[in-house]
């Protein structure tokens, strides 16, 4: 790969998503060399990704630019690469488009979808990690309404309009809340001739309680907005199996449908090199210790979801969110800098600024450290959060502009089948 | 198909461009049915997809679904499905979801690339005709620049960062002046590692003047803009062949390039049926009177690009533009009510509003039938025109933010590679 060598150490970053992208800017304007790598040549603002699956925000939105992000700082160099393996013993990556030698190297490859190991259901269902898995997930979406249409088969039909999210955490329960307001606003207009009674919205939870990780009280609200939205709500139930035709669970239930969102769990992204089992814990994550160091290595450290840290609050590793991600990076830019101009590092402490999730319209639940909240307020505070967070001053602008229209509409226009999902839906 | 029958006449429109949407907003609220059919389920606003291949816009702003501009309309129907086959003798269509009988058809099928029968041609270029072709076009561009920085070859990353636009017509001229603005504006931010003098941006044009059917001046003024802007624009060229790595003329003149816009040419989108050479004329398009009947049928119709009407000033027919479209629409509409009602029909006339093309920001060349202005107030009429004539209020507030940010800021910030393209140029 031809990077230009300097006289500056070189520190290589895989992945540029809240936690990359978070180091990339702190490394900004000093004396190092910063190479960020992605196999994207954007960042995802994750959280919103269920609003382009709904047809609320357009993908581009939600998504930025990484060589923009970081386009005034000198020594920085972007490549659009995956990296294939890391050679601990050498100081290289390998990578699709070369070879790439390290002073310091970085891991912040993320999460991606478990699937605990069943094949079957990673092949029929639908995830929504990325840019590009969302917008197929709202073509499928509104395909299914447009082959209801034509089925004369009345099961085929109710399937085509049954949805089910497997997973209640935030991701399953925005989503359920999001396709629940389609149900009853966009679809008796749009489709006039379906029978809107038919459509329905599962989401199903393996445990007692939605959105687990927040407080009792948002829990229980969480659940009681979407049950006045009309989701069905399956606590206790855990999905076996998805044929691409019928969900099957650990009880009697089953639930014939064309579309089933898997949001029931996430595993850290590891690469080759680094992920024996010296090196990684459960959930696929890489562990390290407070300063973001993995275990016998001085220079090479992992940030954000794909790393485990353990702390007394979370014995189990923090947990897997923007926010931890966001500070680690941050804390990790000036414990770099110390490390190199031999200056002890400073261990991190994470800083829980609370978790918040929206249902629908005038209905979000927030957990704050002093303070909870949910309904009304809730949701502007959620609004407001997920606007500053987004990167880009036009993004800014046109998420607004959206969510104003959509908000005074009851409406969501991106609502364009640009990937055909060429699967026909057979019972 | 399972559309309700009434006692209404069925009226098929194929098409839900300019001419299909204009036709059926004519027919809503009279006593008719309509059935609208067409294989996306949503209406592109064509004349600002270039914008789409340069990140200037999103396509979600420019693109509207069909069931929302109808959705008001009692006795309407949409269908997602291709038309194979039109049965002039039992009036019948047959698609890929079944066949449906019809007491009016209206073929609005628009147009399609022409390529002249060079298919080399047609697998190496690309075309900006739809949405998903404008996104593989801003993909290719963006990762062309990607893989310029990782070549070592110079001759290899001087055609990957040349774009070949053939076509001096409206797109062609407006795609080289926004390309232009990309190498001025985003390149050198974006890629300070690249010699932005090595990009270079050639149109080319078979005949002796750009923008052909607009007035000389605006010609002459949008080919100066162009030249302005570092365009090589090269008239009386003739593209012989492109074979992906070597575009061949008519005169000693190749270019190297990882990237042929082809926008030389339009051909009417026929359907089997109506394709036979009774009907079909130059261009590929469907003869019409002036009431827009096909030869020979006084109920089946054809209006926009697929028509060829021809008037005394236009003796090929009516241009393949925006305006004779939803003119033709409009008017067929009031004809269908008027032939249900045994009256006669009033032929068509076309008001030539004059034409418009930008070049970029502040240089827009405009003719009205009185006046023709080029210039900073040219730029302004044509956004107006442009936004005015966008369906959705909430695409014009996007579109407008986007703009009123791309202005202000020299930029152009939807950058994603969401359709990854993965060709690997090799000279």
């Not at 880009?392 to 364009?416: S, T």
Request: charged residues 20%; hydrophobic residues 40%.
């Amino acid at each position: 790969m031809n990077i230009p060598k300097t006289s500056y150490p070189r520190i290589i970053i895989i992945g540029g998503g809240f936690a990359g992208i978070a180091l990339a800017r702190k490394l900004s304007k000093q004396e190092v060399q910063v190479v960020l790598l992605d196999k994207h040549n954007y960042h995802t603002f994750q959280p919103l990704l269920y609003q382009v699956s709904t047809g609320g925000l357009e993908p581009d939105s939600i998504a930025y630019p990484i060589r923009k992000i970081l386009k005034d700082f000198p020594n920085f160099h972007f490549r659009l690469a995956e990296v294939n393996e890391i050679d601990t013993t050498c100081n290289t990556i390998k990578t699709n488009i070369g070879d790439l030698k390290f002073d310091y190297l970085v891991v912040a490859s993320g999460s991606k979808t478990n699937y605990f190991g069943n094949t079957e259901i990673e092949k029929h269902s639908m995830a929504m990690k990325t840019i590009p898995q969302s917008l197929n997930l709202r073509s499928l979406i509104l395909e299914n309404f447009e082959e209801a249409l034509l089925t004369t088969d009345l099961h085929e039909r109710i399937a085509l309009m049954n949805f089910v999210i497997v997973g209640g955490g935030p991701t399953g329960v925005e989503l359920a809340g999001a396709l629940a307001e389609i149900k009853k606003g966009i679809l008796p207009k749009d489709y006039p001739d379906l029978d809107t009674r038919l459509a329905q919205i599962n989401i199903i939870q393996s445990g007692g309680c939605l959105l687990k990780g927040m407080s009792e009280n948002a829990s229980a609200k969480a659940e009681d907005f979407l049950e006045k939205l009309g989701v069905h709500v399956w606590k206790n139930v855990r999905v076996t199996n998805y044929d691409g035709k019928t969900v099957t669970t650990n009880s009697d239930l089953t639930f014939d449908t064309a579309t089933v969102v898997w949001a029931a769990g996430v595993q850290g992204a590891t690469i080759k090199g680094l992920d024996a089992k010296d090196f990684v814990t459960r959930g696929n994550r890489i562990l390290v210790n407070q300063c973001n160091q993995v275990k016998g290595f001085e220079h090479i450290f992992a940030i954000g979801d794909i790393a485990c840290m353990a702390t007394d609050e979370f014995p189990n590793g923090l947990p897997m969110m923007a926010q931890p991600a966001i500070q680690q990076g941050q804390q990790l830019g000036s414990n770099i800098l110390k490390l190199i101009e031999e200056k002890p590092m400073k261990p991190f402490e994470y800083k829980d600024k609370g978790a918040m999730a929206t249902v629908g319209r005038n209905k979000a639940v927030v957990d704050l450290k002093t303070l909870r909240f949910q309904g009304v307020f809730a949701w502007y505070v959620w609004m407001f959060v997920h606007l500053f967070f987004l990167i880009g001053f036009r993004n800014r602008m046109v998420v607004f502009v959206n969510w104003v229209y959509n908000y005074i509409r009851f409406d969501r226009e991106a609502r364009l089948i640009i990937r055909p999902f060429k699967k026909k839906f057979k019972l």
